[in-house]
């Protein structure tokens, strides 16, 4: 059963026409499918192309109410490869009754999926250049490629740091280009950041790769998210927002596939109330098969902004560690964690970095419980 309501325009029927790989809008079958399309009443039709690095993928919307349309006509079209009843509120990156569409994507010679699992060790706020290679290096010597790096921080207090911003991008992208980093989660909170960073990698010769992210604060930011889905350079790490509804942060998500850009990774990082005491949120990663079963994204979690403290379990696990493992043992498929040289000077959530030394460890941990999610998975037939 579906765990979140169903609201009113769900009940809207909607479709979407899918066509063989490759499809040219030059192709004639392709100019009499949209006549017919174009003569079906009351009908809204919005087209999304999808480019691969092996093939363009075209994807035809047809918003309203379609529950007249008969689907076994509109595959009759020779262009068409199949057309999906839509069922629910997330249109595009939903996870829709016989929909077989892809649940992953790659990003500069990373894949992103439903079935993999990326760890994004990081600092939470870039402070110095010292700092930033102490972090990429060592993450270069466990083969790690991603990492997460702060420059825009949105803080509560005016008074307190408020990250370097664009100043330390270009050390930042040049060392990750040093040490093989490929992907760098880097919040966003505001759309000029995103041509700072373009600027940025530009001019360093493009030697990393950046996945925007969109805090927790800003999840309901929806111009924000426009800016964000508009583009399509970078893949998206939307964050859940920390006192809303889920359905109402898969919508974010949807924000974002909506005006084009699909490459979405969906994040838990904890809900805000006093209920998660003595831990800075309330854990939520049980939502991480929730968030598998309703749309395609792959999950990430953030166990440092869950958690928040250092606190270690009587059996000498740190809660970081445990609240990870629960993630991952539910089949997350990122982890996006602070660690920092020296947590004790680091100017943003110190409380919470995991020391370098702590970094093998953490791996390690993390390594034993994907074995046991994989175990999992094939016990339950997968
Ligand atoms: C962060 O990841 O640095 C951050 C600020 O997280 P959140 O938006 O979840 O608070
Ligand atoms: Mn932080």
Same mark, same amino acid.
């Given at each position: 059963?579906?765990p979140?309501?169903l609201?009113a325009?769900?009940?809207?029927?909607?479709?979407?026409?899918?066509?063989?790989?490759?499809?040219?809008d030059? !192709?004639?079958?392709y100019?009499?499918?949209?006549?017919?399309?174009?003569?079906?009443?009351?009908?809204?039709?919005?087209?999304?192309?999808?480019?691969?690095?092996?093939?363009?993928? $075209?994807e035809?919307?047809?918003i309203?109410?379609?529950?007249?349309?008969?689907?076994s006509?509109?595959?009759?079209?020779?262009?068409?490869?199949?057309?999906?009843?839509?069922?629910?509120?997330?249109?595009?990156?939903?996870?829709?009754?016989?929909? !077989?569409r892809?649940?992953?994507?790659?990003?500069?010679g990373?894949r992103?999926?439903?079935d993999?699992?990326?760890?994004?060790?990081?600092?939470?706020?870039? !402070?110095?250049?010292?700092?930033?290679?102490?972090?990429?290096?060592?993450l270069?010597?466990?083969?790690?490629?991603?990492?997460?790096?702060?420059?825009?921080?949105?803080?509560?207090?005016?008074?307190?740091?408020?990250?370097?911003g664009?100043?330390?991008?270009?050390?930042?992208?040049?060392?990750?280009?040093?040490y093989?980093?490929?992907?760098?989660?880097?919040?966003?909170?505001?759309?000029?950041?995103?041509?700072?960073i373009?600027?940025?990698?530009?001019s360093?010769g493009?030697?990393?790769?950046?996945?925007?992210q969109i805090?927790?604060?800003?999840?309901?930011?929806?111009e924000?998210?426009?800016?964000?889905?508009?583009?399509?350079?970078?893949?998206?790490?939307?964050?859940?927002?920390f006192?809303?509804?889920?359905e109402?942060?898969?919508n974010?998500?949807?924000?974002?596939?909506?005006?084009g850009n699909?490459?979405?990774?969906?994040?838990?990082?904890g809900?805000? $109330?006093?209920?998660? !005491?003595?831990?800075?949120?309330?854990?939520?990663f049980?939502h991480v098969?929730?968030?598998?079963?309703?749309t395609?994204?792959?999950?990430?979690?953030?166990?440092?902004?869950s958690?928040?403290?250092?606190? $270690?379990a009587?059996?000498?696990?740190l809660?970081?560690?445990?609240? $990870?493992?629960?993630?991952?043992?539910?089949?997350?498929?990122?982890?996006?964690?602070?660690?920092?040289?020296?947590p004790?000077?680091?100017?943003?959530?110190?409380?919470?970095?995991?020391?370098?030394?702590?970094?093998?460890?953490?791996?390690?941990d993390?390594?034993?419980t994907?074995?046991?999610y994989?175990?999992?998975?094939?016990?339950a037939?997968g």
């Amino acid at each position: 059963m579906c765990p979140v309501p169903l609201s009113a325009n769900r009940r809207l029927r909607k479709m979407i026409v899918i066509l063989h790989p490759d499809t040219s809008d030059t !192709d004639p079958g392709y100019t009499k499918l949209m006549d017919y399309l174009a003569n079906l009443r009351n009908l809204r039709i919005k087209t999304h192309e999808i480019s691969g690095t092996e093939q363009k993928l $075209t994807e035809i919307y047809l918003i309203g109410d379609t529950s007249q349309l008969d689907k076994s006509q509109i595959e009759d079209f020779e262009v068409v490869d199949r057309v999906v009843r839509i069922s629910r509120e997330y249109r595009v990156l939903g996870r829709h009754k016989d929909d !077989d569409r892809a649940s992953h994507f790659d990003y500069n010679g990373v894949r992103f999926g439903q079935d993999n699992l990326n760890i994004f060790a990081g600092l939470c706020a870039v !402070d110095t250049p010292d700092h930033v290679e102490i972090m990429m290096r060592a993450l270069n010597e466990h083969g790690l490629v991603c990492t997460r790096m702060g420059a825009y921080k949105p803080r509560t207090s005016p008074y307190s740091f408020q990250g370097h911003g664009a100043s330390c991008l270009p050390y930042v992208f040049e060392l990750a280009g040093k040490y093989g980093i490929r992907v760098i989660a880097m919040e966003i909170t505001h759309d000029d950041h995103i041509k700072e960073i373009n600027l940025a990698l530009e001019s360093s010769g493009n030697p990393t790769g950046v996945m925007l992210q969109i805090g927790t604060r800003n999840t309901q930011n929806f111009e924000l998210l426009k800016s964000a889905g508009r583009q399509r350079n970078f893949p998206i790490l939307v964050k859940r927002g920390f006192g809303v509804t889920l359905e109402e942060s898969l919508n974010a998500a949807e924000y974002l596939a909506s005006e084009g850009n699909r490459n979405v990774v969906f994040c838990l990082r904890g809900m805000k $109330t006093n209920y998660g !005491d003595p831990h800075r949120n309330l854990v939520d990663f049980a939502h991480v098969p929730v968030v598998k079963q309703l749309t395609r994204m792959p999950v990430c979690i953030d166990p440092s902004h869950s958690v928040g403290v250092r606190s $270690t379990a009587p059996d000498r696990i740190l809660d970081i560690f445990h609240a $990870t493992s629960q993630g991952v043992i539910a089949g997350a498929n990122m982890v996006l964690v602070d660690f920092h040289p020296d947590p004790a000077s680091a100017l943003v959530d110190g409380p919470q970095a995991l020391s370098m030394d702590e970094l093998p460890w953490f791996l390690e941990d993390i390594r034993i419980t994907r074995a046991a999610y994989e175990a999992r998975c094939k016990l339950a037939g997968g």
